[in-house]
């Protein structure tokens, strides 16, 4: 790993322009929380915060107006006081630092349904952002390119559904190994004109994959996995055994039809009951596509912050920064974006900071207490609840 003086070294030398953003998105020490790492990601907040300040005249007068430009984050206490963007802001206006030409890939946040919000990725935050996440679940022990895997991906056909965010998540998270085959279960219907689950054909599916002996990822909205479950046991079906080393990573929150709540416990030992699986390989995750950075649980079933972020939880009255255990609204910073001024942007979602996990990862986690704002700004997980209906 580069210390700060090598890091000096080759910006003094004109390396990049941005060069912390990029050796801080290229470390793989995903969960460390030391001196280092803070001074890494305050530089790399720096260059992003100083590139879009001068590249954006809406995003400088809008940081003139508060009174905080670039050249007062000078230590890593002034992250707290750097201007946020509300999140839904970007369900309103295109606010695109780069040229349009320069755009590789264009992602929205809805599925079928609801405003959407829209993140821009060039190449240079398609390339940060494909590393940061490598980065994060080599750090959970879940990257193996030589490892053959069976995925069943409880989202949208990216065949169809290309620009919704869970779609291109879910298939850059099955690049984590070597897929085998891969079945998006939210099939487009051309008659109807929409995405449905067909339960008896997922099914089939899967008994196809338990017959080929290796492991089984299984990603997207936990409500249509539940689903699956629920089939099983209603039909008595016999349950399935895969492999140990085989995960679930669903996204999405943890409410089905008629605002079953699913206790994470519970959960977990249904899917370990109905699969073989693990608990402890059951894990959640927690992301905006406005932000990107994956928040994702252990083991020990705790969500994980990195060092490619950095998160703040405010009071929903005065916006004070609030302390460990203290539930208010999530604040999230990142320096990867480099299209739009996404890198501090405050969301409507509820939650707290937890330290000391059980897991030996160093960094704090994020504790979700709610989702903020669904009934009026549908997303991906809650416009795809509508498929079971």
């Not at 090598?6 to 322009?17: E, M």
């Not at 008659?191 to 990603?219: H, M, Q, V, W």
């Amino acid at each position: 790993m580069l210390d700060k003086n090598s890091v000096a070294k080759l910006v003094a030398a004109g390396f990049s322009p941005r060069y912390y953003i990029d050796a801080l998105c290229a470390d793989n020490a995903s969960f460390s929380c030391d001196d280092y790492h803070d001074e890494l990601f305050l530089n790399a907040m720096r260059e992003a915060f100083s590139f879009h300040y001068n590249h954006l005249p809406a995003y400088k007068n809008y940081c003139d107006l508060i009174g905080f430009t670039p050249k007062d984050l000078k230590i890593y206490d002034d992250l707290i006081k750097m201007p946020f963007i509300f999140v839904n802001v970007f369900k309103e206006r295109k606010l695109l630092t780069i040229k349009d030409r320069d755009v590789q890939m264009t992602i929205t946040s809805s599925g079928t349904g609801g405003k959407k919000s829209y993140m821009y990725l060039d190449n240079v935050s398609l390339r940060r952002i494909i590393k940061i996440i490598y980065n994060i679940y080599d750090g959970f022990g879940m990257f193996n390119r030589s490892q053959k895997v069976n995925y069943l991906c409880f989202t949208y056909d990216p065949l169809y559904a290309k620009d919704v965010g869970t779609a291109f998540s879910d298939k850059l998270l099955a690049s984590l190994t070597l897929t085998n085959k891969i079945y998006y279960a939210l099939e487009f219907d051309v008659s109807a004109n929409d995405f449905k689950l067909d339960k008896e054909k997922t099914i089939n599916i899967l008994r196809g994959y338990e017959k080929e002996n290796i492991p089984l990822r299984i990603l997207g909205f936990p409500a249509f996995l539940y689903e699956i479950i629920k089939e099983i046991k209603t039909s008595r079906q016999k349950p399935f055994r895969f492999s140990p080393e085989s995960f679930v990573l669903t996204g999405g929150g943890w409410k089905t039809r008629g605002d079953e709540e699913i206790q994470k416990d519970k959960f977990r030992a249904e899917v370990e009951e109905c699969f073989g699986i693990p608990k402890e390989n059951v894990r959640d995750l927690y992301g905006l596509v406005e932000h990107g950075v994956p928040y994702s649980e252990c083991e020990a079933g705790n969500m994980h912050t990195s060092i490619y972020s950095r998160v703040f939880i405010r009071d929903p009255e005065t916006l004070k920064v609030l302390n460990e255990g203290e539930t208010g609204l999530i604040q999230l910073q990142t320096p990867y974006i480099n299209t739009i001024p996404a890198i501090s942007v405050l969301t409507s979602d509820l939650g707290s900071l937890h330290y000391n996990c059980p897991c030996g990862r160093q960094t704090p986690t994020l504790k979700l207490a709610g989702r903020g704002g669904v009934r009026k700004h549908k997303g991906c997980a809650i416009t795809a609840l509508d498929v079971l209906k």
